[in-house]
C-alpha cells in the first residue's frame, strides 16, 4: 500500500519552489515596471530639495544681522527695514510649514524676499558710510555667495525633477506611477518662465 505522504511530499516541494521563484522574480518585476527607478529618481528629487532649503535658511539667517547693520546707520528707514523682516519671516515660515513640499510657496517668498531687498539696496546707497561699513561688506559678501549656491541648488533641483516627470510619463514607468501614487514634482521657479536667480548688490 502506498504510502500517503509520498504523494503530498512533493506537491509541497512543488509549492515551495513556486514561492522561492516568485521571490527570485519580484526584483526583475519590480526593475522592469520602474518601480525601482522611481523610487530611486524620487529619492534624488528629495535630496535635491533639501539642498534648496538648506540655502535658502542660511539667506533668512543672514537677513537679520543685515538689518541691524543698516539701522545702525539708516534708523529712520524703518518701513524698508520693516518690510525686509517681515519677508524674511515669510520665507521662515514656507521653510517650516512646507518641509520641502510646496516648491511654489517657498520660491515666492524667496522672491518676495529678494524683492524687500532691492528696496533696502535703495537706501543703502544713499549711505556711503554704511557702504564701506566692515560688517556691512561682510554680510553683503556672505548673502552674495548664498544667492550663488541658492542659484546652483535650484538648477540641480530642477536637473533631477525635469528627468523624474519625464521618467514617470513613459511606458510601462507611468502605469506603476499610477498604482503606487507617484506625482510630477514641482519646479523650483521665482516666477513664470524663469529660472534665474536674482541678486541683490550692494555694491553698486
Known amino acids: 500500500m502506498t504510502d500517503p505522504r509520498s504523494r503530498t511530499m512533493p506537491l509541497h516541494r512543488a509549492r515551495r519552489m513556486r514561492g522561492v521563484l516568485a521571490l527570485l522574480s519580484l526584483p526583475v518585476l519590480l526593475g522592469a515596471c520602474g518601480y525601482n527607478q522611481i523610487q530611486s529618481m524620487d529619492e534624488n528629487v528629495t535630496r535635491a530639495s533639501a539642498n534648496i532649503e538648506t540655502q535658502l535658511q542660511r539667506r ?30 515669510g520665507l521662515t515660515g514656507a521653510l517650516s510649514r512646507t518641509g520641502g513640499t510646496d516648491m511654489a510657496e517657498l520660491a515666492a517668498a524667496n522672491s518676495n524676499l529678494t524683492s524687500a531687498l532691492g528696496r533696502l539696496n535703495v537706501v543703502v546707497e544713499a549711505y556711503p558710510e554704511l557702504r564701506s561699513n566692515e560688517n556691512f561688506l561682510r ?65 553698486k
Not at 543685515?66 to 524698508?80: D, P, Y
Not at 548664498?146 to 533631477?160: G, M
Request: aromatic residues 8%; charged residues 25%; proline residues 3%.
Open 139 to 203: 554680510l553683503q559678501d556672505e548673502l552674495t555667495g548664498t544667492e550663488n549656491r541658492i542659484a546652483v541648488a535650484r538648477t540641480d533641483y530642477n536637473e533631477v525633477v525635469a528627468s523624474y516627470n519625464a521618467y514617470i510619463r513613459r511606458f510601462p514607468a507611468v502605469v506603476t506611477a499610477k498604482v503606487t501614487g507617484a506625482k510630477e514634482r514641482e519646479y523650483f521657479e521665482a516666477d513664470a518662465g524663469s529660472r534665474t536667480a536674482p541678486t541683490v548688490d550692494f555694491s
Open 60 to 89: 533668512a539667517d543672514l537677513i537679520p544681522n543685515l538689518v541691524n547693520v543698516v539701522k545702525g546707520f539708516a534708523a529712520q528707514e524703518s518701513e524698508v527695514l520693516t518690510q525686509v523682516t517681515e519677508a524674511r519671516a
